[in-house]
């Protein structure tokens, strides 16, 4: 659970969370495009990554030819995250853009915590003095049965050079980190949104719209 009381500042923030598969990424770049028809200030970015830094350490952490202590992966998320708040997120935020972000800090609760099994309170204290209690107003859990989002990871698979780690991960791993997700979202109703991904692109972000057009007052 993402704690922290600066949710009046965060109430355009958006996050896309969901184990990897489950379209998550498709759905923001449509609802991007979206917003930005409709002459909306948006700025998408993603986790890791999203700033230079960011960029590097994504590479660090994906990478599949090397190993990375599961403490070592959480502080690396973490400086990622601290990053990604202080020099885009809050700013953007501050000027009166809409952030659409590919992860934020409902990822470590699942991957770092459930995936990797650290434990709740390193993982709450980590998540909280990298946020400094910055959350988002909404966020969309894409919602897909692990069987299902790991055949879409392999044919997604057959057309990269390579898989990330995350890719590599074993269908367990997925399903402890599905179930994280979905005990967040019971856990905050009012800003976790399920959305049932099995749908195909375009219904889904139907489904999108109807939570995100009244989110943001349009």
Known sequence: MIHGAAHAASNRFITFEGIDGSGKSTQLRLLANHLIERKLPVVTTREP???PLGNQLRHVLLDVHGEVDPLAELLLYAADRAQHVRSLIRPQLQAGQIILSDRYADATVAYQGAGRGLSSKLISQVIEFATEGLQPGLTLLFDLAVTDARARTTQRMRSEPEPDRLDRES???????????????ALEPQRVRIIDAIWSPQ???????????????L
Do not use: N, S, W
Request: proline share 3%.
């Open 203 to 217: 219904e889904t972000h139907a489904r999108v719209l109807d939570i995100v057009i009244p989110f943001l007052g």
């Open 171 to 185: 269908e367990e791993f997925q399903t402890r980190v599905r179930d994280e997700y979905l005990k967040i979202a």
């Open 49 to 51: 990554g999203g700033t």
